[in-house]
């Protein structure tokens, strides 16, 4: 069982940065991928970005280029790096693992990007 807890989220105007961090009560180096979903307003949750075991990444088309997942297995912690943000980045942030069938979820940080 792996407990993710989020952190980092808050107020920021367009074009600034924030920097989440999810901290695991696991070894995140046993998972096979860990990555970060949104849920913006009245939305449904959408996948933003992954990081696999061997170290590759994946993002959704709307934040290349501006953020950037990271992790570090010693820390057991994942980090999601969100530059030259926009008000449509607005939502609850979400820190994700899966190993196998498993998957576990934090409990969301809320991100507000401000016009």
């Known amino acids: 069982q792996v407990q993710l807890v989020e952190s980092g989220g808050g107020l920021v105007q367009t074009g600034g940065s924030l920097r989440l961090s999810c901290a695991a009560s696991?070894?995140?180096?046993?998972?096979?991928?860990m990555g970060w979903y949104r849920q913006p307003p009245g939305e449904q949750r959408e996948a933003v970005a992954q990081?696999?075991?061997?170290?590759?990444?994946k993002y959704a088309g709307f934040v290349k280029g501006r953020f950037t997942i990271s992790r570090d297995n010693a820390k057991n912690m994942l980090y999601l790096q969100m530059n030259s943000l926009k008000p449509e980045d607005t939502g609850v942030y979400y820190c994700?693992?899966?190993?196998?069938?498993?998957?576990?979820w934090g409990q969301g940080s809320q991100v507000t990007v401000s016009s």
């Open positions: 696991g070894d995140i180096s046993t998972l096979d991928d």
């Open positions: 990081i696999f075991s061997n170290g590759e990444t």
């Open positions: 994700h693992g899966r190993k196998l069938w498993n998957l576990y």
